[in-house]
């Protein structure tokens, strides 16, 4: 191992070369491999970061390149990341779902040099599209099968060349790393952040060693997020795509500077299986998981046998009632409330925790999308300390967070020290400003200029408003506030989210803008309706074939009327119409992050909506 | 993925983490027999328990309790050849008659009135009863490689008519019918363990001596079936020519479970019969057999645990049934009489057999398994 003299600035690099000479046995992360958890030692971890970075640097990298890494979440990944960062390159992820014309667009809007995939699929894509790209020279595989002895294409590399390269790089130039690493600079760019581009085409937000710096000091050792702030004891689950800001800070940066273990989910498939495996103790997901955990429940719950379902319930609505109460005390436990979930701890909590995989969780967030009150509520009922967060790619992700022990149900809580976060007098928009502001779009100078003042205050888009002075509500998108044919001002994503807090229902588009009344275009949650039909005993064929069935019709009825029940006339759903198919990232309806895109669904379903209006 | 491999690791031998039941970081956690604290903990407070009844039961309960326990060992060895590796054994008593006499005649004195070579010392006789009995195993094995199902069953059974036949006329060996011989004597390093010593009584340290026993034969067993053998045994037992395909020895394999089955029936055969301290050549007909077969039926196909239970069950409801007469006028406990108890006895096996085959294929160890799958997928179902 070859030992870098730290000159250059701290960065996520150094902090992982610290670890492994400090703690050169500690586990680092787990992968699951062959039906067991793989181990992965700090030194391990660094020598393969090392092998990766002197192999880029074989290959010609030079500071400010950019490599892309196009896989699910594993090693390799953090491997790619890290040695890019310490050759002064930039990682550009993309999301494995990522379409192939959505990876031409990606590859050549950063300019990547060299890309890393994960296997032939993600190789299928970039051979598609390669022509396009012509700044990418290389494409390093990860898994040969399919690849190996197949494919011709001489700018094709497997991942175990690539470190033999790095390893034939290291013993020729042993210093050449820990010289180029001596270089790094604060203002280096280390990583591109594809924004989701629900409106138009995705840019690339440049983070620099400074942004990534300042976020590590404000969420992580600071204790921006968990309290006491995560260390070497704690247990994280990767299974959100690492190319969005979140799973990044959750995954590379807490672990790189708490030592938080992170284990890697097989698949996405199997996240509620490796959860109960790994009982992770910090927990990040966004709302879209937490609604199906939810909605989970409700369906193992009404299979289950009659015992189970009475017991269960009889504590689900106690747990309810200590929701209720947490949310007025701000998370921390009465007498009261102490006393009833111990008792249900022992004869609920405790096991449907554990069968969650959130038996150990100590710090729970949601964040990247708003969610529902509800959805948090039984999430902090059941014993899971839930935090709603927010913040975005463009300021680091960091801007306010609920701090344990003062949590305001419905607000995204207050702003990290440090942070300076005003509300625009005349149009409502959040603004924050810190030195975890972005550097700027990449290659795309007017936009930025668009987001950042020249006082330095980025803006984020987020209408919001102050609740008791020291909370952050926000109301929507700015792009996304419908003002009705009456001139109401109405925001649909609260609406939405208190639909989709139902167990039947996914998707909900709440439309209405220059209308002379609100409808929505519901997406009902297959798994969860079709144990419904079954139990009930009506036959279905396909999603279209259940959606279109009065009975299905009459069950979403219900849940939208109580919705209304709770909001005031002009923010009513009138009239409803199904999708008559489940949203899609490949069918260009959603975008990577699993967002609505709402101009592509109006477009697309204009019939429906119009159907609607008639 | 070789440069990958190469890299030396300085984590030390894997662990598991604290609190974490399901997170396996090496196939031994996931193999280990007792892999959660709970697990650990009952097992002790369990054979605690069990060796504790030594001080706290009269003798005569340890005689019956000491019986069970052996015929446990055998109801295992009768679960590895037919449970775990699927192959129908109905001559498991002879298997048994040849472990019992052989140990008889090793540790009998050698001017007795039949065959006897003096050797009481335990050590000797239980192993050798084993392996007699295992070598009669793999003489009879290769009839298994070649048939099948209820080809198999038959000709074992042929086995027990055979072996009662001649039991019954080496009156030099048995003592013939209605004779028979004294068993063998336990004896360890000169002391006599079936009576009293300065252990305790001579119940007592047979109790704690076939549970010792218990323990190393079902620990053993346990650890076959995690093996690669008993891998081999589930391939077979599932379907032979997958097996086969799937470069299974199929021979070699059921030699093997014969082999070891017979072991087992050799030594609780050994032991049985120096707990009662006498032998006669009628007690290894059909009926031993069945009495196994209930065993491992009542008990639970292809488990240990299953087969300790099982023997415990059928051992234990013989002072019940022997009781009836008291209760039942009708029932006699002569044996010229009809219907006596031991008539009565076998009706029960059998009846026991047909319910538990019709109701809980599983038995006993498939309760217990769904009472703690209700328990533990609490509060949902699955």
């Known amino acids: 191992m070859t030992t870098a003299t730290i000159t250059g600035s701290q960065t996520i690099v150094t902090r992982i070369q610290e670890r492994a000479r400090r703690t050169p046995g500690a586990v680092a992360m787990r992968h699951k491999d062959y039906g067991v958890w793989q181990e992965i030692a700090w030194s391990e971890y660094w020598t393969n970061v090392e092998l990766v970075a002197h192999a880029l640097l074989a290959l010609g990298v030079e500071a400010g390149d950019r490599i892309a890494v196009h896989s699910e979440n594993r090693p390799e990944w953090l491997y790619a990341d890290l040695g890019t960062v310490a050759v002064r390159g930039i990682t550009v992820g993309l999301y494995p779902t990522n379409p192939a014309a959505e990876v031409a667009y990606l590859l050549s809007d950063s300019g990547a040099k060299i890309l890393i995939a994960e296997d032939q699929e993600q190789v299928d894509k970039a051979l598609e599209v390669i022509d396009e790209c012509p700044a990418l020279e290389r494409i390093v595989y990860i898994e040969p099968r399919g690849i190996r002895g197949r494919y011709t294409d001489p700018r094709l590399l497997h991942w175990d060349e690539f470190l033999f390269l790095g390893l034939e790089h290291r013993d020729a130039h042993p210093d050449a790393l820990a010289e180029r690493m001596a270089q790094a600079q604060g203002s280096d760019v280390v990583t591109l952040i594809y924004t989701s581009g629900t409106t138009g085409p995705p840019k690339g937000v440049m983070l620099t060693v400074d942004n990534v710096e300042f976020a590590i000091r404000t969420l992580i050792l600071g204790g921006g997020f968990t309290s006491p702030p995560p260390s070497e004891r704690d247990l994280i689950l990767s299974y959100l795509p690492l190319c969005h800001v979140a799973e990044r800070a959750f995954t590379v940066w807490f672990n790189a500077a708490a030592g938080v273990q992170v284990n890697f989910a097989e698949s996405i498939e199997t996240v509620q299986a490796n959860l109960r495996e790994v009982q992770p103790t910090i927990l990040f997901g966004v709302p879209r998981i937490w609604e199906k955990v939810l909605a989970q429940v409700t369906i193992k719950l009404e299979s289950a046998s009659w015992l189970k379902r009475v017991t269960t319930r009889f504590w689900l609505r106690v747990a309810d009632r200590i929701g209720d109460e947490l949310v007025r005390t701000g998370g921390t436990h009465t007498a009261w409330t102490r006393v009833r979930y111990a008792v249900g701890w022992l004869l609920c909590y405790r096991a449907l925790r554990e069968r969650l995989g959130m038996r150990r969780v100590r710090y729970a967030a949601s964040g990247a999308a708003p969610i529902a009150p509800d959805v948090l509520k039984f999430f902090m009922g059941i014993g899971v300390r839930m935090h709603e967060v927010y913040g975005m790619s463009e300021n680091t992700a960091i801007a306010t967070a609920n701090r344990p022990g003062r949590v305001k149900l419905g607000t995204v809580g207050e702003p990290h020290p440090g942070v300076e976060l005003r509300i625009d007098e005349q149009t409502g928009e959040i603004l924050t400003r810190h030195p975890g502001t972005f550097a700027g779009y990449w290659g795309k100078p007017e936009a930025t200029a668009d987001v950042v003042d020249a006082d330095g205050w980025l803006h984020t888009g987020d209408v919001g408003e102050w609740v008791d002075g020291t909370h952050v509500r926000i109301t929507d998108r700015m792009k996304d506030i419908i003002i009705t044919a009456g001139g109401k001002n109405v925001a649909p994503s609260e609406i939405e989210n208190a639909l989709k807090a139902s167990p039947y229902i996914k998707e909900a588009i709440v439309v209405g803008d220059r209308r002379p009344y609100l409808t929505a275009l519901i997406g009902i949650e297959m798994d969860t309706v079709g144990e419904w039909a079954r139990r009930r005993g009506l036959p279905y064929t396909t999603y279209r074939d259940l959606s279109d069935k009065p009975e299905v019709r009459e069950l979403v009825q219900g849940v939208v009327d109580s919705v209304n029940s709770r909001f005031a006339r002009v923010e009513q759903i009138k009239r409803f119409s199904f999708l008559p198919k489940e949203l899609d990232h490949e069918d260009g309806e959603l975008t990577a992050t699993q967002k609505v895109k709402r101009r592509a669904i109006a477009k697309l379903f204009e019939e429906q909506v119009e159907g609607m209006y008639r | ?382």
């Open chain 2, 1 to 382: 993925m070789t440069v990958a491999r190469d890299i030396p690791t300085s984590r030390s031998r894997a662990r598991r983490v604290r609190g974490r039941p399901l997170l396996y970081t090496s196939y031994a956690q996931d193999m280990a027999l007792l892999d959660t604290t709970a697990k650990r903990a009952w097992t002790f407070v369990l054979v605690v328990l069990a060796f504790s009844l030594a001080a706290i039961l009269q003798d005569r309960s340890l005689e019956v309790l000491a019986g069970a326990y052996v015929m446990a060992i055998g109801a295992i060895g009768l679960n590895i050849v037919s449970g775990y590796a699927g192959q129908i054994s109905l001559g498991h008593a002879f298997f048994v008659a040849i472990g019992a006499y052989t140990a008889a005649a090793l540790s009998g004195p050698v001017d007795g009135r039949t065959i006897g070579f003096g050797l009481a010392e335990i050590w000797i006789w239980l192993p050798a009863a084993g392996v007699v009995a295992a070598v009669f195993g793999v003489i009879v094995a290769p009839l298994a490689a070649r048939l099948r199902g209820l080809y198999l069953a038959v000709v074992t059974l042929g086995l027990v008519f055979l072996g009662e036949h001649v039991f019954k006329e080496w009156k030099s060996l048995t003592g013939g019918p209605g004779v028979g011989r004294e068993a063998a004597v336990p004896e360890l390093f000169g002391i006599r363990l079936n009576e009293d010593g300065p252990l305790g009584t001579g119940e007592q340290t047979m109790y704690v001596l076939t549970l010792a026993l218990l323990i190393v034969f079902a620990l053993a067993a346990r650890n076959l079936a995690r093996s690669r053998i008993g891998r081999a045994f589930a391939a077979i037992r599932d379907r032979d020519i997958a097996a086969e395909v799937m470069g299974v020895p199929l021979t070699r394999y059921k030699v093997l479970a014969f082999g070891i089955s017979s072991f087992y029936a050799g030594c609780a055969g050994a032991l049985l019969y120096s707990i009662t301290g006498y032998v006669e050549p009628g007690s290894f007909s059909l009926l031993l057999s069945v009495q196994f077969i209930a065993m491992v039926l009542i008990g639970g196909v292809a488990t240990v645990s299953g087969s300790i239970m099982g023997a415990l069950f059928i051992v234990l409801i013989q002072p019940l049934t022997r009781s009836l007469p008291a209760l039942l006028p009708v029932i006699s406990s002569d044996t010229t009489v009809t219907p006596n108890v031991y008539q009565v006895e076998t009706v029960l096996y059998g009846l026991l057999i047909i319910l538990f085959l019709v109701f809980e294929p599983r038995g006993l160890f498939g309760i217990w398994i769904r009472a703690r799958t209700y328990w533990k997928s609490w509060p949902f179902s699955y």
